[in-house]
Each structure stands twice: as C-alpha cells, then as structure tokens.
C-alpha cells in the first residue's frame, strides 16, 4: 500500500490546481467579451470571481471536513462549471445587441442563473459531507433509498405530457415555472441500493451454471434481478420516451454488478438484453405507434439527419455542421455561431462549444471527464470495504457513461438522448445532482485514505455482518 501524503499537501495541491481552473475561466470570459463586444469590460472578472470564492469556499471545508480527500477531483469540476458558465454567458451575450452587452449584469439570463446553481449545488456538496461523515452508515437506508429512487424515475411518467414533457421527452417535473428532473438524484439513491444488495448477493451471483466460449455464465435462477432492472429500464424506454435514461439506469447496475462479481458474463448479458429490447421497441413503434413512436422518430433521426434537415433533423444536421465548422482549433471563444443549434445551451452545449473550440478544445474537456472517471475508480480501488467500492465504481462510472451518452448523441454515435452533459450544461437539476456525486466520491476518498495503513472499522449501526480481509489485505469480503 502506497504512503499517505500529509492532508495539508493534498489540499495545497488542489488549492493551487483550483486557482490555476479559474485563472483559466477568467481568461476565456476576457477572450468572450473581446470577441464579441470589441472590448474586454472592466467587470470581465466578476463572474470568475464569484466562482473562485464558492470554490474555495468548499476547499476550506474539505480541508476540515475529508482532509485526505483526492485532491483533482475539486479542481477538475470547478473547470468544468466554469467553462459551462462562462459558455452560457458568451450566449446570453448573443441574445442582446452589441451596445447593449457591456450592460449585462453578473446574474442575468442562463448563465447567471447557472451562475446562482451553482452556489446551490456547491452548498449542497458541502452539506452533504458534513452530514455524511462515514459512507457506510448509507447502507443502513439502502432499502428507503432504493424506493425512493424507483418514485423519483416514475413520477414524470406517471404525470401528464403538460406537467412533464420537454422535447418529446418525459424526464421533468414542470410546476408553473418552475423545472425539476428528478431522474439526476434517482440515479445516486438507486446505485446506493444496487451497492448494498450486490455486497450481500455477489456470492451467489458469482456462482456459474456453465461455460460457453471460454466465459462463465450463471445460474438461470440468478438472472432474476437483472431482468427485473431490465424490465424497469424497458418501461423508462416507453413512457418516458428517452433511451438515453434508460440505459443510463440500465448501465449503472449491470457494471456494479460486474464490478461486485468479476464476471464478464453478466457484461455479455446486459449488452444482449439491452439492444435486444432498443431493437424490438424500434420495430413495435414502425408497426404499432403509440408509446414507441417517438423512439423510431429519434432513431430515423440518427441513421440520416439530412434526410429532413429542415424538421425532424435540424437539431442534429447544425450540431454536426457546427462540429465541422469548428474543424481542430475552433473560432475562438465568442467566435462561432452557437445560437443556430437548437437546445445549444442544454442537449447541444457539447457541439456549440466545438465550434469556438475545436477539436482540441473537445479534446481537453473529454480529458478532463475521463481525469474525474479515472480518478473515480482509483477510490473504489483504494477503499477497503465492498459498500465503498461498489458505491465509488459506480458513480465514476455512471458520470462517464452520462458524457458518453449526450456526446454521443451530439455527434451522431448513437440515437440523440435527454441527458444533459455534466458540469457544462444549463439546469439546476444535473448541476446539483453531479456535485452531490462528486461529494460522495471525496467522502469515500477520505475514508480510503484514512484507512490505508490498518483494517477497515465497521461503524456502529451498520447494516450487514463483520467484514474479513483476503490475505492481500485489498479486498473486502461479507461472510
């Protein structure tokens, strides 16, 4: 087991990677205003500032709060959110004339509301962590925190088109003016769930029936909850009509179940179920309609934009025209013309940026993802007990599987989804659902951390038998 560098030398580092993020979103609301306004106002700094004081105001907490906590994570995001909002604000700046932009006030329009969610969300993580101060007492509500979940995915589905429906999407909770997508917070309730029945099934899902190419496949009789997620995931595909949410759910329990029973198997069999029912819904929705419809309407839409890039495929056709447009070093910030993609702000903000970015610019935000997604499933490697591990896989796992997704769908990869991209996109929904998952992710990276020279202590009030060591000392086992 690798040495435990001093708490003070991570949080200096992440102290200084902080600063150094939003030097970064400071120079590129300068170049936005430049671009755009022909000058860079004296107030360019202000929303830069706002940020970096709400993100040091959650490094001071870290540093009393999970003083061992990884120290990229924090400062990896804080780019992102910056650049999302800095983004926004570049659009806002579209929205009014040129005479009219050096007048925009800090919280006006998207970007300073996005600016004002993010203040939610960043007390929200911190609250969280000071509540939360062992991610083991979570398993103790596994079971409320599994139902809760399964109420958070039905409830759009269960409400009318006007109360829930955006976009062909049923995804939302929509009261008066207000917008909530309770999916976001479902998925960290129901992997806490997944994670806590895995570790006390992984035994007997672990068991094979026989072997088939070379791969261990299991009992007949253990498939049961898989189907049942299957089918849950199925019905999200029809009454919410978003394959981006359904195997996002989907997804997230198939890989902690590979990730708690090491088994490729149950990969092979997640994949087979999952395209199975995507292509039996594409077929009943060409011949029956109804539910399925507008699934076939976003796959049509995916094998050729431009067959009606006028209607049904103007979102996409000027998403891949923006990319292409952008080529591999963009038009610069403030540059391009974002505003002529639909939803460029939310579904599209991926393609908008790329335009003033370019390939490289993408390139560098996906490098950030993958840096959060790999810095993710170090913790699950570095922390001692099942329920951390399973928790940590899954949600780095879970945030990589949502870029993939949006970006996906943005690039033509696979069908166009209701995902938003995480950190970058409008809505308080994701922003706050995300820090909170980044939240639990440096609760479980202090506890690794703190643990890593003795055996894991099992807190009082947890559910679930004593735990043993394997003799390597690296893995958690529930008799």
């Keep these: 087991m690798p040495a435990v560098r001093p708490s003070r030398v991570r949080r200096n580092a992440e102290l200084g990677l902080l600063l150094f993020a939003m030097a970064l979103v400071a120079a590129y609301g300068a170049t936005v205003e430049a671009t755009m306004l022909g000058e860079v106002t004296a107030d360019f700094w202000v929303p830069a500032a706002i940020l970096t004081t709400v993100f040091v105001s959650i490094h001071v907490a870290i540093r009393f709060l999970a003083p061992q906590a990884d120290p990229v994570l924090l400062p990896a995001v804080a780019l992102l959110n910056g650049l999302g909002v800095g983004f926004l604000r570049r659009l806002d700046l579209a929205e009014v004339p040129v005479a009219e932009g050096a007048e ?16 939610a969300a960043v007390v929200g993580a ?21 139902l809760a979940g399964i109420v958070l995915v039905m409830i759009p589905a269960v409400l009318p088109p006007s109360m829930s429906e955006i976009n062909g999407a049923k995804l939302w909770i929509i009261v008066g003016g207000f917008t909530i997508q309770p999916g976001e917070f479902a998925k960290l309730a129901l992997l806490s769930f997944f994670a806590y029945y895995l570790v006390r099934k992984r035994e007997v899902l672990s068991l094979a029936s026989r072997r088939f190419l070379g791969i261990d496949f299991p009992r007949g009789r253990d498939l049961g909850p898989v189907l049942v997620v299957w089918l849950v995931s199925l019905l999200v595909l029809v009454f919410e009509k978003d394959l981006g949410t359904s195997l996002l759910y989907f997804g997230m329990f198939v890989v902690t179940l590979y990730i708690a029973t090491e088994r490729v198997s149950w990969l092979i069999i997640g994949l087979g179920l999952f395209f199975g029912g995507a292509v039996s819904a594409y077929y009943l929705g060409k011949q029956l309609g109804g539910p399925f419809a507008n699934f076939v309407v976003r796959a049509d ?18 998403s891949l025209l923006g990319l292409g447009t952008g080529g591999l070093f963009g038009a610069g910030p403030g540059g391009g013309q974002p505003t002529k993609i639909p939803e460029v702000h939310n579904d599209f903000i991926f393609a908008g940026m790329g335009e003033e970015i370019g390939l490289f610019g993408l390139t560098a935000l996906l490098t950030l993802y993958l840096l959060i997604v790999v810095r993710g499933l170090r913790i699950g490697l570095a922390v001692r007990d099942s329920f951390g591990k399973l928790v940590a896989g899954g949600l780095a796992f879970t945030l990589g599987l949502q870029v993939f997704v949006i970006i996906g769908g943005v690039t033509k990869l696979i069908p166009l989804t209701g995902q938003t991209t995480p950190f970058l996109s409008a809505g308080g929904s ?33 559910v679930g038998p004593p735990v043993q060591l394997h003799a390597a000392n690296t893995e958690v086992i529930r008799p």
């Design 104 to 119: 925009l006030t800090t919280f006006a329009g998207t970007g300073g509301r996005q600016l004002a969610w993010t203040l």
């Design 430 to 462: 994701s922003l706050m659902a995300n820090w909170l998952l980044v939240a639990v992710l440096l609760r479980i990276s202090d506890a690794a951390n703190q643990t890593a020279g003795g055996p894991p202590v099992r807190p009082a009030g947890a």
């Design 126 to 146: 911190i609250v969280l962590l000071a509540v939360v101060r062992d991610h083991r007492v979570v398993s103790r509500y596994a079971y409320t925190l599994g």
């Design 301 to 318: 839409t995916w094998l050729d934009p431009f067959a009606d890039p006028f209607a049904k495929g103007f979102q996409l056709s000027q």
